[in-house]
């Protein structure tokens, strides 16, 4: 086990996949020559040439579909969407044709793609350039989208999308890739459509994915020294949702809280919510909660973004109404 | 004209078998046999044949959604395209896609695309996909992209021509002029009507022709493909036809002038092909008589062999959405128990 980052964590995984299948051809803006508008494509045009890591024009619709064209005749394009904001412009590509192609085919035509995007705020880069729209994606069959939130996620998760027959879209995230963590060795492959219980707990579930399992799992953490028990889910797929894990946690805990940097109204934490409501109903001893993105296009001074995006500081609020409302005894 | 009288009768049975397809597919749609929308080639028989003779079985080949005839002249049995048609088992797409979205990758037919230029740039890709892995010369297979007039306006279609003749990839583009988006003429929807000239913008060669010549659309088209495999240039053909009837079956086109239609009427390319070929001696009355018979029971049986085809089991509602299967993919029905979250009745 190496410590790197997660970027490292990504460009080491691209990296291998290309030497290991000749099919893997990654396309996108700016990621040879400018090895990447975040360095994850790094070296790899000087390593593979041309032929394998082929800058675009800006263009999203048109490389989005050149990839899933390409991808239906057998190979693996490695789609970078700088970042998710930009893939609305290939939306029609991504909900049209790459998740129904092998549906509306009756199974005659597959489209094993892969999109990278990452989303994310906090970087001050204002309303058009800070989303989190993965439940745009989340919500259409035919789609897969994970968001891996450790360096050891975003190797195993992306070569498990690369390595799959369907179209998988990986949500990176702006606040993550300097982050850094321990990365298995060699072969590392996830499985797609299972979350990670991140620390075990008995009083309480915190659910999260991407960036906010990580401030889920910091924060869990600093509860265990107040007796706490805090139990950290990392959905790391949201579509397909592993409902089975998130269930059985909150039946153990009998309390729930969802953290997400998406916003409130639709988002993942209302699919979770819902899920536990169902799942769990009997178990419960209070509602489950939302710490999520306030509902405004995010501003771009600091303050503004500061106020309108889930900390840990918001979390442990949370965390500590549920407790109190249920009279929990530390 | 110096072609060869067999291949100039099968054009004319391929093009009669489209027009009594078509035909009985807009009665079956009236006798409510077939659902949603309902996109027929009526009038661009010449086009449709044309196009398709000059494709190589090795060729891929992406269409729009008004597909019909092009799945027939490529080579699938009408029965099948039919059953698409009614939403049955053995239909193309296994009753999956519909009159919009036929599939036969065994004859290198890529779909059928439902949203007006949404083939376009997955076709740029199946060209990229030759060019990595085969090299430039008369082997290598090549990509025909259909488009209708209206498709020439839309962003797809520049970003598909740009990358296209950027990256010397071997496709042809044609445009399928009928002259009108939905009721919208040409004229009001695009400020450069003479639509083979946007290729200009990319350096790409461009040429108008005839649709209603079968033999003009072949020879353009063949020239075009062979550019493409072996020289990696890519083209843009404008075949300029007229649609006989409506946008789709049920639209009775009460845009169109009676001069129009008369027009239309006069330019219907089946009875000028077989008038043709019967001046000429390639057919005599009684032959060609017989290739509209034929077409006709190939019609009716493609009728009866969709109707005996059996609905899709419900039971395979959940079939081909995912090629890999992934743990705690939900397959409930409206009102089910939600998959995993083991609720009442798990």
């Given amino acids: ?330 | 004209m110096g072609e060869d009288p067999a291949t100039l009768r099968e054009y004319y049975r391929q093009m009669a078998l489209i027009r009594a397809f078509e035909t009985r597919a807009a009665e079956m749609y009236t006798r409510a046999k077939i659902g949603g929308y309902c996109h027929l080639n009526l009038g661009e028989e010449a086009t449709v044949v044309g196009l398709v003779a000059a494709l190589r079985a090795d060729d891929y080949l992406f269409t729009t959604y008004r597909e019909h005839g092009y799945a027939l002249a490529r080579g699938a049995e009408p029965g099948k395209v039919m059953a698409e048609l009614f939403g049955r088992a053995d239909g193309l797409s296994l009753g999956r896609g519909g009159s919009m979205h036929l599939f036969d990758p065994a004859i290198r037919l890529l779909g059928g695309y439902g949203i007006v230029g949404g083939q376009l740039p997955p076709a740029t890709g199946a060209a990229f996909a030759i060019t990595y892995r085969q090299q430039a010369g008369p082997a290598s297979p090549a990509v025909m992209c259909l488009l209708g007039d209206a498709a020439t306006n839309i962003g797809a279609f520049h970003e598909s021509l740009n990358l296209a003749a950027l990256w010397r990839l071997p496709i042809v583009f044609v445009i399928v002029n009928n002259q009108l988006g939905m009721g919208t003429p040409v004229e009001a929807a695009a400020a450069e009507p003479e639509l083979w000239k946007r290729g200009c913008s990319y350096r790409m060669p461009g040429q108008r022709v005839d649709g209603n010549d079968v033999i003009a659309v072949r020879d353009a088209a063949r020239a075009a493909l062979d550019a493409a495999r072996g020289e990696r240039q890519p083209a843009l053909l404008e075949a300029v036809s007229y649609r006989l009837r409506g946008h789709s079956v049920v639209d009775p086109a009460r845009y169109r002038s009676a001069e129009e239609a008369e027009r239309a009427r006069r330019a219907d390319p089946l009875p000028a092909f077989r008038a043709r070929l019967i001046a000429e001696g390639v057919l005599d009355e009684a032959a060609a008589g017989r290739i509209d018979a034929e077409a006709e029971r190939a019609a009716a049986e493609a009728v009866d062999y969709a109707d005996a085809s059996p609905a899709p089991d419900p039971g395979t509602l959940f079939d081909h959405v995912y090629a890999t299967p992934a743990a705690s993919v939900h397959r409930g029905l409206p009102g089910d128990p939600v998959a995993g979250a083991g609720g009442p009745g798990q």
């Avoid at chain 1, 040879?32 to 890591?53: C, D, H, M």
């Avoid at chain 1, 549920?322 to 009279?327: H, I, V």
Wanted: charge should be negative; include cysteine; proline fraction near 5%.
């Fill in chain 1, 1 to 330: 086990m190496a410590v790197i980052s997660y970027r490292q964590a990504l460009h080491d995984t691209l990296r291998a996949e290309l030497r290991r299948d000749d099919d893997v051809v990654l396309l996108g803006e700016e990621i040879g020559v400018f090895e990447g508008s975040y360095k994850i494509t790094a070296g790899l045009l000087a390593e593979f040439g041309p032929r394998r890591v082929r800058d675009t024009p800006i263009c999203e619709e048109g490389f989005t579909g050149l990839a899933i064209g390409a991808a239906m005749l057998g190979l693996r394009p490695v789609v970078e969407i700088m970042t998710i904001n930009f893939s609305l412009l290939a939306i029609d590509q991504i909900v049209n044709n790459a998740a129904k192609l092998r549906s509306m085919s009756g199974g005659q035509v597959s489209v094993p793609l892969v999109i990278r995007t990452p989303g994310g705020g906090g970087q001050q880069l204002s309303a058009t350039h800070s989303q989190n729209l993965e439940v745009w994606y989340a919500h259409v069959p035919g789609l897969k989208v994970v968001a891996p939130a450790t360096p050891a996620d975003a190797k195993g998760l992306l070569a498990a999308a690369i390595r799959d027959d369907d179209p998988v879209i990986v949500i990176e995230n702006l606040a993550l890739y300097n982050t850094r963590g321990e990365v298995p060795d060699g072969e590392h492959v996830a499985e797609i459509g299972r979350a990670a219980v991140l620390k075990p707990g008995r009083d309480i579930t915190i659910v999260g994915y991407s960036r906010s399992a990580v401030i889920a799992l910091d924060v869990a953490r600093r509860l265990e020294g107040e007796g706490i028990g805090a139990e950290v889910i990392d959905l790391r797929s949201l579509r397909p949702l592993d409902r089975e894990t998130i269930c059985a946690s909150a039946r153990r805990t009998g309390r729930a809280v969802v953290v997400e940097d998406d916003w409130l109204s639709y988002g993942v934490g209302a699919e979770v919510a819902a899920t536990i409501a169902e799942g769990a109903f009997d178990y419960l001893d209070a509602p489950v909660r939302r710490v999520a993105a306030a509902e405004v296009p995010l501003p771009y001074a600091k303050p503004l973004e500061l106020a309108a995006l889930p900390d840990a500081g918001a979390l442990i609020r949370v965390i500590r109404q549920t407790l109190d409302a249920t009279r929990f005894a530390r």
